[in-house]
């Protein structure tokens, strides 16, 4: 115990334990196996593609909390962000990290366990209570992410005799998700009614249950489903309707409950997903919401939920009191709207197209690939935080800056950056 305690202690002999490491893992590298070679030569060649194909994504750090502007390692200054989920801008919200810090001191740092195990505390129930109310539902499931959410709806559900129909373009994690089911898949052209239309009354004497699977906004283009036609079909074919509301959820619609408020529907959504990780506090988790039925057959028979570490506490602690406060003031939806007009109409104004419907997601169409990494680039010298996307994110020819508007973002902040806009636009000819 004494020689050991010596070494942790001494930091000549950590550094000398940690260069031998070092050399004995050189050696290893030095001396792989023929099957070690050749898996490296595989991945090297994969890695080399990306790289060739233009696709390769170089990851920004920031050294600050997330936030209207940020410090971004390499800047000597502070940017405005312009490029994140953090719709409602409550990421840093005092109350929501004194919730995670009395979480952490009450609740521990985390419960080393599935749910059905020892995994469950009384705040996971409270925020599942919550979540439910919230979405005027009968029950809730929380998982790690929404990708999980979606990863363990559909096998749970679907089996071959029923049919499940998916927008073309929704959310990679519902694609993976529909991998799993062995239901009968047709895939929709992308918000085209008459084409679900077709599919629906194709599968409609062929299987037992239909599922419409749509999500509630489409992240790369800003667009909102059109759930009232979506529903008008369903209750026509005896359907069911999902959607995945990671974009809508806390901020879309008049108090924030997605998108059938914003659409001016009620209760006519079978199935919610959605996520903790966006304008809901921005840490981590995501949920399923419906009927109390489906929500004990997932807590049955959801394999990420039964298979993966229930969300620690200072993540419960800080979802819920994000919901606290969307309860109780609806002063953050209401500037993000605010912020996202003002955007809008300035940029529309100044020349530039923006895709999509009223929504915080602004696509700032530009169409070529390269135009929008230099443009993307140039931003970011004047201070704006922007990404520039292209294919394969988006089709070939379709190349756009997304820009995101956030509750935190002044008046000032916005006007700056569509003065920045303008100014790369006029030099590059783009207005």
């Not at 499940?164 to 895939?187: F, M, P």
């Not at 309860?327 to 500037?335: A, C, K, Y």
Request: proline share 3%.
């Amino acid at each position: 115990m004494a020689l050991f305690t010596s070494r942790v202690a001494n930091p000549l002999s950590r550094a000398l334990a940690a260069r031998s490491f070092n050399c004995s893992a050189t050696s290893q590298a030095q001396a792989q196996s023929p099957v070690q070679s050749q898996f490296n030569e595989i991945l090297g060649k994969q890695l080399e593609d990306i790289r060739a194909a233009g696709t390769w994504k170089t990851e920004r750090v920031i050294t600050s909390p997330q936030a209207n502007s940020v410090s971004v390692s390499g800047q000597s200054q502070p940017v405005l962000n312009f490029c994140a989920n953090n719709y409602l801008g409550l990421s840093s919200h005092p109350e929501v990290i004194e919730a995670a810090k009395t979480a952490i001191d009450e609740r521990g740092a985390g419960l080393s366990s599935v749910r059905f195990i020892c995994g469950t505390q009384d705040i996971h129930l409270d925020l599942e209570e919550k979540i439910s109310r919230f979405h005027s539902r009968e029950a809730a499931i929380l998982y790690a992410s929404c990708f999980d959410a979606n990863a363990g709806l559909f096998e749970a559900i679907l089996t071959p005799e029923d049919a499940v129909l998916s927008d073309e373009l929704n959310h990679a994690s519902i694609i993976d998700g529909l991998r799993l089911c062995k239901a009968q898949k047709q895939r929709y052209t992308h918000l085209d009614m008459q084409d679900l239309e077709n599919k629906l009354a194709a599968v409609r004497s062929t299987s037992r249950m239909r599922l419409i699977v749509t999500d509630g906004v489409f992240s790369m283009d800003g667009d909102v489903a059109p759930l009232v036609k979506i529903v008008e079909l369903a209750k026509k074919y005896d359907a069911l309707v999902f959607i995945d509301e990671c974009h809508a959820t806390g901020f879309l619609g008049a108090t924030g409950r997605g998108t059938e408020q914003y659409l001016g529907i009620r209760d006519e959504v079978d199935i919610i997903n959605s996520t903790l990780g966006k304008a809901l506090g921005g840490a981590a988790g995501g949920y399923t919401t419906g009927p109390a039925n489906l929500i004990s057959l997932l807590r049955q028979k959801a394999r990420p939920y039964l298979f993966s570490n229930s969300l620690p506490p200072a993540v419960v602690a800080s979802a819920s009191k994000v919901f606290d406060i969307l309860m109780r003031d609806t002063s953050l939806t209401e500037q993000v709207a605010r912020n996202t007009q003002l955007f809008r109409q300035r940029m529309t104004d100044a020349g530039f197209k923006i895709m999509g419907d009223n929504h915080p997601i602004c696509p700032v169409w530009l169409g070529d690939a390269r135009l929008a990494s230099e443009f993307s680039d140039e931003m970011l010298q004047r201070g704006i935080y922007v990404i520039g996307f292209s294919f394969p994110v988006v089709p070939k020819g379709k190349a756009r800056i997304r820009v995101q508007l956030s509750a935190v973002h002044t008046t000032e902040d916005v006007n700056r950056c569509v003065d920045a806009f303008i100014e790369i636009g006029k030099q590059k000819n783009v207005i």
